[in-house]
């Protein structure tokens, strides 16, 4: 019962999210206003995160065979994609490249930016790890 509360949960969310996406004159799909939304309220603790917690992590553990349609759809197109293939192999290179060097400097920003405000106040609820050990 407790996974089909949060199923319920997280696919209301996605309702929601597709809904904006059609009634929103931007060019954003649904499930990102879904995540967004999912976002807020967590952020707002107007979702616990224990009410999807467990849902969710299961959702992003059989995520990869969402993928396994898109990528035989691939297959099935390569005859069109094939005099661009180098191309775009490349800009997959570079945006995964950029996507990773983009998202180290945001961790070490946001790691240095919570390592201060917890050097001069309180702990926030999660251990700083120094070395493997705790502080």
């Known amino acids: 019962m407790k996974y089909i509360k949060q199923m319920t949960v997280i696919a209301g969310i996605s309702f929601v999210g597709e809904f904006l996406s059609t009634v929103l004159p931007l060019p954003v799909p649904g499930s990102v206003y879904g995540m967004l939304l999912l976002f807020l309220c967590l952020c707002l603790k107007i979702i616990r995160l224990e009410q999807v917690e467990e849902t969710a992590d299961y959702l992003l ?75």
């Open 61 to 135: 553990l059989v995520m990869p065979v969402f993928f396994v349609s898109p990528g035989i759809s691939i297959i099935d197109t390569y005859p069109l994609v094939k005099d661009s293939i180098l191309a775009l192999v490349l800009i997959s290179f570079v945006t995964a490249l950029l996507t990773m060097v983009v998202t180290g400097h945001v961790t070490q920003f946001l790691i240095r930016h919570v390592g201060r405000k917890s050097k001069s106040g309180s702990v926030t609820g999660q251990d700083r790890v120094k070395g493997g050990e705790h502080e």
